[in-house]
């Protein structure tokens, strides 16, 4: 469903990601692991387009994207749930909901799917607050409803656990393996947390240094091999 080529990201002259070779099946969540700092959030953006690749390929249902647009890979089926949420704290939750409507080309305006509400009943009872006032755990939800709203067929989430009370990370754990099961949609996953990555991914790929050095299925997977590459 999603392939990169050998992808190269980076800002200026200083190349951050090196080299990727990952690929993402229909209805799997694959999560990607690695200290602060190698390149996760790069990686993210470059395949939503928000970043270019300086080298490289992004396959998306056959479709070569490298060089189209995030509204384009939006339109496509793509939603993204940014590091730091990035909710708009003067609109409205329901407000925050419907640009995710529209930034992916929705046509149905205004019509908020009800099963969002079922995921996160906390944005129904809050649906006229500010964003800005919801606590980090409510942006949290309601970024990921904000993604969610357009039935993406692909999710990329960077880190939405980080920084989370532990109520509203079970949440998000159950409307992850709720999202896959039911609506078959794929997602890359990153996190920090190895036993919150093996609970609800299906293959984990550990980055450092912008490279990809070690991969396994969750079944197979070496603890020790991914800790050597999360410990300081
Ligand atoms: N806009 C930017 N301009 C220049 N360098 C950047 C920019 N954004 C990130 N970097 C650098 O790129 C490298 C990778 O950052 P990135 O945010 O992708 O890492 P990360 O693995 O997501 O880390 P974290 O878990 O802390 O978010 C870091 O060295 C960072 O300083």
Request: glycine share 8%.
């Amino acid at each position: 469903m999603l392939e990169l080529i050998n992808l190269e990201v980076g800002y200026g002259e200083s190349m951050v990601v090196r080299n990727i070779q990952l690929k993402v099946k229909e209805s799997q969540v694959v999560c990607i692991m690695g200290r602060n700092g190698v390149g996760k959030t790069t990686l993210l953006k470059a395949i939503m387009g928000i970043l270019s690749p300086k080298s490289g390929s992004i396959l998306f249902k056959n479709d070569n994207i490298t060089k189209t647009s995030p509204s384009y890979r939006a339109i496509k089926g793509i939603g993204y749930v940014p590091q730091g949420r990035e909710i708009f704290p003067k609109l409205t939750v329901y407000e925050n909901l419907l640009i995710g409507l529209e930034a992916s080309g929705g046509t149905k305006k205004n019509v908020i799917r009800e099963d969002i509400y079922e995921y996160f009943p906390i944005l129904k009872e809050f649906k006229n607050r500010n964003g800005g006032d919801l606590s980090g755990g409510q942006q949290q939800q309601l970024a990921i409803a904000r993604a969610l709203v357009s039935n993406p067929s692909f999710l990329l989430l960077d880190e939405p656990t980080e920084g989370i009370q532990p109520n509203i990370v079970a949440d998000i754990q159950r409307v992850i393996r709720d999202i896959k099961e039911n609506s078959k949609t794929s997602m890359i996953l990153v996190e920090q947390n190895l036993d919150y990555a093996k609970s609800v991914a299906d293959y984990i790929y550990v980055v450092d240094h912008g490279s990809i050095v070690y991969e396994s299925s969750v079944d197979e997977i070496q603890d020790e091999d991914v800790y050597r590459y999360l410990s300081v």
